[in-house]
């Protein structure tokens, strides 16, 4: 593993991109209060909810379910798909997670999601701006594009796609805050 891609493993996810996936996958609002209750893959730097599994605790081994039915998952993108097996595996157990990843329809792991998710959600016109490990500033945007995945096995039917555009999400994400 090189510098850049440990280094970009740990970038935080905005915290408006949280508030998108909460608005859009989960109904929530400031009313229901149905956000994440954990963050499968975090550290005490880029966490997005008040329960996380860190690297060193091992989230390929942790029962997501017992802390939370409400999941996000930001993989490190080195190595996604042990994740979208656990989620999943978690989702079989009554969770709804989603996760954040790179779109790329060439890999085992994208087969995966397409076969178990219940939708995916491609983000269009931009790239999200990632914020720095180190400097916790936006970067410029990700290297490739990046899908929203998110499986509910309690409401599968037939998998479904949806484009949205970057500013889009921004504002959705603005009447959740």
């Not at 493993?9 to 909460?22: G, H, Q």
């Not at 081994?61 to 656990?86: A, G, H, M, Q």
């Not at 087969?111 to 998710?117: F, I, L, P, R, S």
Request: charged share 25%.
């Amino acid at each position: 593993m090189t510098r850049q891609t440990m280094d970009t493993d740990s970038w935080a996810t905005p915290f408006w991109v949280i508030c998108f996936a909460e608005v859009y996958f989960l109904n929530c609002n400031i009313l229901n209060n149905k956000g994440f209750g954990l963050d499968a893959a975090a550290s005490e730097f880029n966490r997005k909810c008040k329960k996380f599994i860190s690297k060193e605790e091992n989230a390929l081994n942790v029962d997501w379910t017992s802390k939370s039915k409400r999941i996000w998952c930001n993989p490190p993108y080195s190595n996604p798909l042990p994740f979208i097996e656990k989620a999943i595996t978690e989702s079989e157990k009554g969770a709804k997670v989603v996760m954040l990843l790179n779109v790329d329809n060439s890999t085992k792991w994208f087969a995966k999601c397409v076969q178990h998710a219940n939708k995916i959600v491609f983000v269009t016109e931009s790239r999200i701006p990632f914020l720095h490990s180190e400097t916790g500033l936006e970067t410029k945007g990700a290297r490739r594009p990046q899908m929203f995945v998110f499986f509910d096995k309690t409401k599968r039917e037939k998998l479904s796609t949806d484009y949205v555009p970057l500013n889009e999400i921004r504002q959705i994400a603005h009447y959740r805050t």
